[in-house]
């Protein structure tokens, strides 16, 4: 049997180029959330402007469910972060990308 010499065999991966594209994309997610929970937040007032419920268990579930399927229990867990965050409340991923990039909170 031949044997390999593993580090031979690695390719140099370019580590700087794929933590620009982390950074990308974690840009884009965020932008994807924030535009999720604006969509949300409008659901949610128009169903209790005709008096609804703010939220519709059922529908979550089937957020929660897609998110397992695709995501593994982590999935799950990361369903249930984004639906809290769309919930409803002040500020929420807005306030904390600000926060991240060290800008001042104010107590409005």
Known sequence: MEQHDNAAC???FPIDEAREAI????LQII???QNRR???RRIQRQRMSEGGTRTVLAREKLILDRYATGLGTEGTALALN???LCRGGSGGISKAAS???GEPQGTS
């Open 10 to 12: 690695v390719t140099a």
């Open 23 to 26: 950074d990308t994309l974690d």
């Open 31 to 33: 932008e994807i959330l």
């Open 38 to 40: 604006d969509l949300s």
């Open 82 to 84: 984004i639906l809290s």
């Open 99 to 101: 926060a991240a990039d």
